[in-house]
């Protein structure tokens, strides 16, 4: 039977009862649910619902069982239908009927969605300490890799010489950004539902405010309807999940093209690629795959809830216990991936001869375009002269640097021979020396900032 049947006749089929319980998903969040039970106890002792002693030896059982779950020797009973049900059914067994006392004023409604909210709390400041390791990992790279001149692309063509080390930060700062959005969803969600019954609040009186700053929340909610039926805090928890990963592919995106023999830019180790099962010469970059995979699958579990949560009415529904499912999966799944990032980019092998030789020098292009500029040529016209050089050095099967300076002088007039220095990619990165760019000196700079962001 049920916590909460009061007629043993009507029980429920097997498969409903599959279907309802769930126990499987949201044993996750015992600990909380213990915590948030002993504050209910003092709350409900403050009120004078219990008294001193009642209150002392219902704490008793509730610690006992904290540590069957922190030593994992809780055993769950198959009619635990979710966590809360368990935990009260343990009491009882410990205390007696005075167990029966715990659940005053209290609704599971109210129940749940502080623990939820418990439990989002702690794992989203978990998840911002991975994403600082992964950080960490990324400022190593770029310090490791200072200097390396790398090809910037857009549209996946060769676009402007770049230093890797600014490739490397570029996907810092992306996941800087998650890390503001997850500290901002700790902020929203730290407010206690509890207290707010099963929809319209608690029969009793209680002080909420100081059963918030017993559970270490910053504010009891302000509205008993709200606090049941809100869900925000967990959508929110599946977008950055779905938006950090979206980051963490586009980096494993282009690390499997330049890993590839047609890049040859760049190595993993053993460890991190697989071989082929049929294909002895294979190294396969299984494990940027499937970050980008996974990428997918993160953001499936955000639409997912959306799709649950549109059309809900106010207050509590049963749909609402799909909520945790895709959280806590999400979690797993996003933690596993930076922590697959953390150990797989410092072994990467960068091969910069090989680089250089892929980089083609029309990438200079907008330099040549600059130095007119520089000539007080427009804009617009010396982008039709650069094209121009371009085009007449493809008739003459010449690479563009090495297009003789009188061709230089019929595209435009004002071609000097300095012209003919232009032609290094480390000019062209030293030039973009403002704030931002990519020549050493203000990636130098750039990385200094990542820094003081991360010890901040
Ligand atoms: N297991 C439920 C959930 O996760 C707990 C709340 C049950 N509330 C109820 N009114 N049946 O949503």
Redesign the pocket.
Same mark, same amino acid.
């Given at each position: 039977m049920k916590l909460w049947q009061v007629d043993s006749e009507f029980s429920a089929s097997a498969e409903a009862d599959l279907l309802n319980n +769930?126990l499987p998903v949201?044993q996750r969040m015992n600990l909380v649910d213990v915590i948030g039970s002993k504050a209910w106890t003092k709350n409900l002792a403050r009120y004078g619902i219990l008294t001193k002693d009642e209150m002392d030896q219902m704490l008793d059982g509730l610690d006992q069982i904290q540590e069957e779950f922190e030593s994992k020797t809780f055993t769950y009973l198959a009619d635990d239908?979710?966590i809360?049900t368990a935990v009260e059914r343990r009491l009882g067994e410990l205390i007696g009927a005075l167990a029966g006392k715990l659940h005053s004023g209290r +609704?599971?409604?109210d *129940?749940?969605a502080t623990d939820f909210r418990m439990w989002v709390l702690g794992a989203a400041q978990e998840m911002v300490n991975t994403m600082e390791q992964y950080q960490n990992a990324l400022i190593r790279r770029a310090e490791k890799d200072m200097g390396i001149i790398f090809p910037g692309y857009t549209h996946f063509q060769q676009a402007q010489p770049i230093l890797l080390s600014h490739w490397w930060l570029s996907h810092f700062w992306a996941i800087q950004r998650d890390k503001i959005r997850l500290n901002n969803l700790i902020s929203m969600t730290d407010s206690m539902p509890l207290g707010s019954g099963?929809l319209s609040g608690s029969g009793f009186a209680f002080d909420r405010h100081a059963l918030a700053t017993d559970l270490g929340f910053a504010e009891p909610t302000p509205n008993s309807l709200d606090a049941i039926s809100d869900r925000d805090f967990a959508v929110e928890f599946l977008f950055i999940t779905s938006l950090t990963g979206t980051h963490l592919s586009r980096m494993a995106e282009a690390l499997v093209l330049f890993c590839s023999k047609e890049f040859g830019f760049m190595q993993f180790t053993d460890q991190f690629s697989t071989g082929s099962s049929l294909m002895p010469q294979k190294r396969n970059p299984d494990m940027m795959e499937l970050v980008r995979g996974k990428a997918g699958t993160l953001l499936g579990k955000l639409t997912g809830l959306m799709a649950t949560l549109k059309g809900l009415p106010s207050a509590?529904d &049963?749909d609402? *216990?799909e909520d &945790?499912e895709p959280v806590f999966e999400a979690f797993d799944t996003l933690q596993l991936l930076l922590k697959v990032c953390i150990q797989a980019i410092p072994g990467i092998t960068v091969y910069p001869e090989k680089i250089l030789n892929k980089m083609d020098p029309a990438m200079l292009a907008t330099d040549l375009a600059d130095y007119l500029v520089e000539k007080n040529v427009p804009f617009r016209e010396a982008h039709h002269a650069i094209a121009k050089a371009v085009k007449v050095a493809e008739e003459l099967n010449l690479s563009l640097q090495h297009l003789p300076l009188d061709q230089w002088q019929r595209i435009h007039p004002v071609c000097d021979d300095e012209i003919l220095d232009l032609f290094t990619f480390e000019r062209s990165i030293a030039r973009k020396d403002s704030w931002g760019g990519t020549s050493k000196r203000s990636v130098t700079e750039q990385l200094a900032y990542a820094k003081r962001k991360l010890s901040a």
């Open positions: +769930s949201d239908e979710d809360h +609704s599971r409604n *129940q749940v099963a509590y &049963k609402l *216990q &945790k």
